[in-house]
């Protein structure tokens, strides 16, 4: 059973910067694509950025882009999202999810993901 373990999540002043991490631990494969997605309350689940089981190919979500970076360590299967200019419409509950395919269209969608963590917190005070 692969679970992923998410990180960095916190409080922080608009303007300001986050970076959140997110692992698998137990069984690991090496061809992930992995994605960010995130839920604020009283919202719908909305992606945040996807990106290719061998780094080469990402996504955002128009909200995000220009302001987030994911990047992903294909040694530790690991994937990290760098997050700048915070805003205090980013604050949310941020999950990490994975997919075990080749694919590299459509990994916006949470369709096909099998994996999810557990939600890492992110707020961002005015």
């Known amino acids: 059973q692969v679970q992923l373990v998410e990180s960095g999540g916190g409080l922080v002043q608009a303007g300001g910067s986050l970076r959140l991490s997110c692992a698998p631990s137990g069984r690991t494969f090496w061809r992930y694509a992995m994605a960010w997605f995130r839920q604020a309350p009283g919202k719908e689940r909305e992606s945040v950025a996807a990106i290719s089981w061998n780094g080469g190919i990402t996504y955002y979500s128009d909200s995000v882009k220009g302001r987030f970076t994911i990047s992903k360590d294909n040694a530790k299967n690991t994937v990290h999202m760098q997050m700048n200019s915070l805003r205090p419409e980013d604050t949310a509950v941020y999950y990490c999810?994975?997919?075990?395919?080749?694919?590299?269209?459509?990994?916006?969608?949470?369709?096909?993901?099998?994996?999810w963590g557990q939600g890492t917190q992110v707020t961002v005070s005015s």
């Open positions: 999810a994975a997919e075990v395919t080749l694919r590299t269209t459509d990994l916006l969608s949470p369709v096909g993901y099998d994996y």
